[in-house]
């Protein structure tokens, strides 16, 4: 193969990890903001359910955003908490699902 095409190929997949990234941050951010908003100003009639649902779908796209940025060779998942205020109750949950019980509330 010739040079030309592997500097293209790597163009392109360097762009495509950025747009994954990117993605993946923002899909991270929206549930972030969407769980502080409910456990800052909680609804009337809010139910611990809710609130696991919201806490399981920001640990679920932070371990995506991980995941994206260590395929882009960042890995320092440490200073991204820090960075991005994470609650600990949400990295505590990172690896792990969601029981039966949670997941039918």
Not at 38 to 45: I, K, L, M, N, Y
Not at 73 to 78: A, S
Not at 81 to 101: D, F, N, S, W
Request: net charge neutral; proline share 3%; glycine share 6%.
């Amino acid at each position: 193969m010739s040079s030309v095409f592997m500097s293209a190929l790597a163009k392109e997949i360097a762009e495509e990890k950025a747009q994954g990234l990117g993605h993946a941050e923002r899909t991270m951010m929206a549930a972030l903001e969407e769980y502080r908003r409910f456990t800052v100003e909680p609804t009337a009639g809010a139910t611990r359910c809710e609130r696991e649902a919201l806490l399981w779908g920001l640990t679920t796209s932070l371990a995506s955003f991980i995941i994206q940025r260590e395929a882009c060779g960042l890995t320092d998942t440490d200073r991204v908490l820090k960075l991005y205020g994470i609650p600990a109750e949400a990295v505590a949950r990172l690896g792990a699902r969601p029981r039966a019980a949670a997941a039918a509330c």
